[in-house]
C-alpha cells in the first residue's frame, strides 16, 4: 500500500493518501466480505480499483485507532459508515491513480480529491455563485472550489443540496477556506485545507466553525 501522504489534523482527526499502483489480484484478498460487495463485474478495472484503495485506507486508519473494521454501509443518501463503530465518522474520494480517506471521532467529515481538468470550466456558472465567480482566476481555484463543495456536501450527508445555493466558499490565509452549508433551518460553517498532492488537490474538513 503506496501511502504517499498521511496526516494527523488533530488528535481525533486523521487522513491519508494512497497512489494506486497494484492490480485487482493484489488487493481483492485484502478486502473484508462487506466491502467485496461493491465490486461488480459491471465495473471497469479502474473503479474497482479506486473502490478497493479507498476501503483499504479506511481501514488502515481505522485500525491504527485500535477500533475495529468489518467494512462500511451507506445510509439512504449514499453516505457511507462504518460497520459497527457510530462514533467513527468517515469519508472517501478518489481520482484516479490516487485515493484518499479521512476519519473523524468528533463529528461528520469530507475529503476530496480532484484533478484540474477542463470539464470544470465549462461548469463552472453551475457550482459557483456570482460572488465566488469573481475571484476565480485560473483553473487550479475552480478545481480547489469544486473540491470544497464536494467536501461540505459530504459533511452534510443527504441529497437536496444545491451547490451554487447552498454551499458557499471563500478563500483564507495558509491555504484555508471558509465553507458554509446554509439550507431551510440549517446552517454550519467549516473551516477546510487545501493541499497539493502531485497534479491533484486535496480539500478535507480541519474544523467545525469559524468565528
Not at 480532484?114 to 470550466?121: N, S, T, W, Y
Not at 431551510?184 to 486535496?202: A, R
Request: hydrophobic share 40%; charged share 25%; aromatic share 10%.
Amino acid at each position: 500500500m503506496p501511502i504517499v501522504y498521511q496526516k494527523e489534523v488533530n488528535p481525533s482527526v486523521k487522513l491519508a493518501v494512497w497512489r494506486i499502483e497494484e492490480n485487482t489480484t493484489d488487493l481483492l484478498p485484502l478486502l473484508y466480505s462487506e466491502d467485496k460487495k461493491d465490486i461488480t463485474d459491471q465495473l471497469l478495472e479502474k473503479k474497482k480499483l479506486e473502490i478497493m484503495a479507498t476501503r483499504l485506507l479506511l481501514k488502515n486508519l481505522v485500525e491504527k485507532e485500535a477500533l475495529n473494521y468489518q467494512g462500511i454501509s451507506k445510509d439512504s443518501h449514499g453516505k457511507p459508515h462504518p460497520l459497527n463503530s457510530a462514533n467513527t465518522h468517515i469519508s472517501i474520494s478518489h481520482a484516479y491513480p490516487y485515493a484518499a480517506a479521512i476519519i473523524d471521532l468528533s463529528g461528520s467529515t469530507g475529503i476530496d480529491i480532484e484533478a484540474p481538468r477542463e470539464q470544470i470550466l465549462r461548469i463552472k456558472h453551475k457550482f459557483l455563485s456570482e460572488e465566488e465567480l469573481k475571484f476565480c482566476e485560473n483553473i487550479d481555484q475552480l478545481t480547489i472550489l469544486w473540491a470544497a463543495k464536494e467536501c461540505l456536501y459530504k459533511i452534510y450527508g443527504r441529497k437536496q443540496l444545491i451547490f451554487k445555493k447552498h454551499l458557499s466558499i471563500e478563500f483564507g490565509t495558509q491555504n484555508l477556506l471558509r465553507g458554509s452549508i446554509k439550507i431551510d433551518d440549517f446552517q454550519q460553517n467549516f473551516i477546510l485545507k487545501f493541499e497539493k498532492i502531485d497534479t491533484q488537490w486535496l480539500v478535507y474538513k480541519e474544523a467545525n466553525s469559524f468565528s
